[in-house]
Nanobody, 120 residues
Framework: QVQLVESGGGLVQAGGSLTLSCAASGRLFSINDMGWYRQAPGKQRELVAVSSSGDSIKYADSVKGRFTISRDNAKNKVYLQMNSLKPEDTAVYYC??????????????WGQGTQVTVSS
């Protein structure tokens, strides 16, 4: 119903920058939120940044001031600009979208993930 495809991952040195992109396709009429999660080896998947349809943006404390999320609704895309990358940012980054139908009903969608590796 909703498909997400990420791109832009790669290998960068600490202090460098990288931009991730996610293109959404399918039935997008009811998509409320889009954002990014990441999962490092041996760690749980964690929220990185999310942008809601109500213009609310939330960042993980660990990335505040370094990462910037943006949306291009006309292109059905969400981006993550990552600056001042640290080795601890190394993870698989997943594009995320959600349809919030009610307080009790929420559907989430995930991309396939893109690897970000930060070397020191």
């Amino acid at each position: 119903q909703v498909q997400l495809v990420e791109s832009g991952g790669g290998l960068v040195q600490a202090g460098g920058s990288l931009t991730l992109s996610c293109a959404a396709s399918g039935r997008l009429f009811s998509i409320n939120d889009m954002g990014w999660y990441r999962q490092a080896p041996g760690k749980q998947r964690e929220l990185v940044a999310v942008s809601s349809s109500g213009d609310s943006i939330k960042y993980a404390d660990s990335v505040k001031g370094r990462f910037t999320i943006s949306r291009d609704n006309a292109k059905n895309k969400v981006y993550l600009q990552m600056n001042s990358l640290k080795p601890e940012d190394t993870a698989v980054y997943y594009c995320y979208a959600a349809r919030v139908l009610s307080d009790a009903t929420k559907y989430t969608y995930w991309g396939q993930g893109t690897q970000v590796t930060v070397s020191s």
